[in-house]
């Protein structure tokens, strides 16, 4: 069975420089109803005016994942890590025992796009943490891409939690398919595009779950770009 979270039901934030949608609850949007799924707990997809951005702000006990779509994300922190986060770069901030970031549209002209994933980690009170990686448009074409794993396998960036996450860039017609085993749920978020999840249709800024041992099939309708989030079973599923 899937379920559906159409990009149109979700709670969205607008503040003249940014325009949020949350698939989750997030700040001042809260649904009872979606709170997260397994380890999920955030999926924000921002959209940041040029030269605006998050002023200094603090996490802990978080795996904070940016995926950017267009545009150039920078980034700076109290760990000393400083980046401009790209398309084809995945960044994982480990917010542990604690850390202030910072992160703000670099171009002074064209917008940003990305998205902001929270994972709950394994365990509280780690040691802050930053890895960025780039895993070019090539790798991602036409199949499904391992860039985040509990054990960094396949070159894919560590996350401190069971989750496989895998990233595509689908060509119109192309099918890619993964094999969900018993006990595990996914989550597929499109980023672009529009592809038919085990049938059902998702458009950009859709998510679903599905919980079904068994393969997921993914078919892009047009070019699309998306991510999927293999994940253990928990009781927030």
């Given at each position: 069975m899937i379920r559906i979270r159409r990009s149109e039901e979700r709670g969205r934030t607008r503040i003249g420089w940014l325009?949020?949608?949350?698939?989750?609850?997030?700040?001042?949007?809260?649904?009872?109803?979606?709170?997260?799924?397994?380890?999920?707990?955030?999926?924000?997809e921002d959209r940041v005016a040029p030269a605006k951005g998050f002023d200094p702000h603090s996490h802990r006990d978080m795996e904070i994942v940016s995926y950017v779509v267009s545009g150039a994300l920078a980034h700076k922190d109290s760990m000393g890590t400083?980046?401009?986060?790209?398309p084809g770069d995945l960044q994982r901030m480990t917010a542990g025992t604690g850390v202030t970031h910072s992160e703000y549209n670099e171009s002074s002209d064209q917008p940003v796009h990305f998205l902001q994933i929270w994972i709950l980690p394994e365990r509280d009170g780690a040691e802050p943490g930053y890895e960025q990686k780039?895993?070019?448009?090539?790798?991602?074409?036409?199949?499904?891409?391992?860039?985040?794993?509990?054990?960094?396998?396949?070159?894919?960036i560590t996350i401190h939690q069971d989750v496989d996450l895998y990233a595509s860039l689908l060509s119109k017609g192309e099918r890619v398919v993964h094999a969900l085993r018993p006990g595990r749920h996914a989550w597929l978020q499109v980023a672009r595009g529009e592809v038919a999840f085990n049938g059902e249709t998702l458009r950009q800024g859709d998510g679903a779950a599905v919980g079904n041992p068994g393969p997921?099939?993914?078919?892009?309708?047009?070019?699309?770009?998306?991510?999927?989030?293999?994940?253990?079973?928990s009781a927030a599923a």
């Open positions: 325009d949020s949608a949350h698939t989750f609850s997030f700040g001042g949007y809260q649904d009872a109803d979606h709170m997260g799924f397994s380890v999920l707990r955030v999926i924000n400083g980046s401009v986060i790209r780039q895993f070019d448009a090539a790798s991602r074409r036409n199949r499904l891409r391992l860039v985040a794993s509990r054990d960094a396998r396949d070159g894919s997921i099939t993914i078919e892009a309708s047009v070019d699309a770009e998306f991510l999927l989030f293999d994940m253990l079973k």
